[in-house]
C-alpha cells in the first residue's frame, strides 16, 4: 500500500479551496480535505516581494495519488503557480491512516 501524506495547498479565497477540496475528494485524489481559513502569504514573485491573503487547504492522500492531484489541482486553480506540496505522514493513528490509503486508493 501507498504511504498516507499531506497535500498542504493554498487559495485565494474561500470559495476556491472549497472548491479544490470537492474536487479532490470527489475524484478520489483525496479521503478528505480541511480548509483552515485565512493566511496572511509574504513571497517573493516576479523580483518583487508581495504580501496577499489567503486560505489554507490541507488533503489526507497516499503518496501514489500525489502526481494526478497535482495535476489536477494545476488545471483548476486560479494561480499560475499554485502552492502544492506533499508532507509524508511518519505516524497517527492507525485507523484514520488505513481509512486514508483505502478512500485514496480505490479510484
Request: aromatic fraction near 6%; glycine fraction near 6%; proline fraction near 3%.
Amino acid at each position: 500500500m501507498s504511504r498516507p501524506c499531506l497535500l498542504y495547498m493554498t487559495a485565494g479565497d474561500r470559495e476556491e479551496a472549497l472548491a479544490l477540496a470537492h474536487l479532490l475528494v470527489g475524484e478520489r485524489l483525496a479521503a478528505c480535505a480541511n480548509v483552515i481559513g485565512a493566511a496572511t502569504s509574504v513571497y517573493r514573485w516576479q523580483g518583487a516581494v508581495q504580501e496577499e491573503d489567503e486560505v489554507v487547504l490541507v488533503a489526507k492522500t497516499v503518496e501514489s495519488r500525489v502526481e494526478a492531484a497535482v495535476r489536477r489541482v494545476r488545471t483548476v486553480h486560479s494561480y499560475d503557480t499554485p502552492c502544492v506540496v506533499a508532507v509524508p505522514i511518519s505516524g497517527g493513528d492507525a485507523a484514520f491512516l488505513s481509512w486514508v490509503q483505502e478512500e485514496a486508493q480505490n479510484a
